[in-house]
């Protein structure tokens, strides 16, 4: 049984930090692709950053320079460190692990945690 469960999520002033993590069972972490996603009210879930097995990682532009996406193999888990919040970072930030093996896809999602930038 595959499982994402993260944790991390909370309440923070704009301009702080804050980490997400995501800690994967189930699977076999290194080869999966994971990301981190997010989704405000009446919005569409948007990636935020993503991290491949080759430790490449993407960013939406939204993020670039304020939030680092990294991996720990040995522990199967995937972190979000999050920099200068902006009131706007507010949404339901959710991990995703995906592997493409043509023609399969292998894409699974956690339950997804609460981050509040207010003051």
């Known amino acids: 049984q595959v499982q994402l469960v993260e944790s991390g999520g909370g309440l923070v002033q704009p301009g702080g930090p804050l980490t997400l993590s995501c800690a994967a069972s189930?699977?076999?972490?290194?080869?999966?692709?994971m990301g981190w996603y997010r989704q405000a009210p009446g919005k569409q879930r948007d990636l935020v950053a993503a991290?491949?097995?080759?430790?490449?990682?993407d960013y939406a532009d939204s993020v670039k320079g304020r939030f680092i996406i990294l991996r720990d193999n040995a522990k199967n888990t995937v972190y979000l460190h999050m920099n200068r919040l902006k009131p706007e970072d507010t949404a339901v930030y959710y991990c995703?692990?995906?592997?493409?093996?043509?023609?399969?896809?292998?894409?699974?999602w956690g339950q997804g945690t609460q981050v509040t930038v207010s003051s």
């Open positions: 991290i491949n097995r080759d430790n490449a990682a």
């Open positions: 995703n692990a995906r592997w493409d093996i043509d023609p399969q896809t292998h894409d699974y």
């Open positions: 189930g699977i076999i972490f290194s080869i999966y692709e």
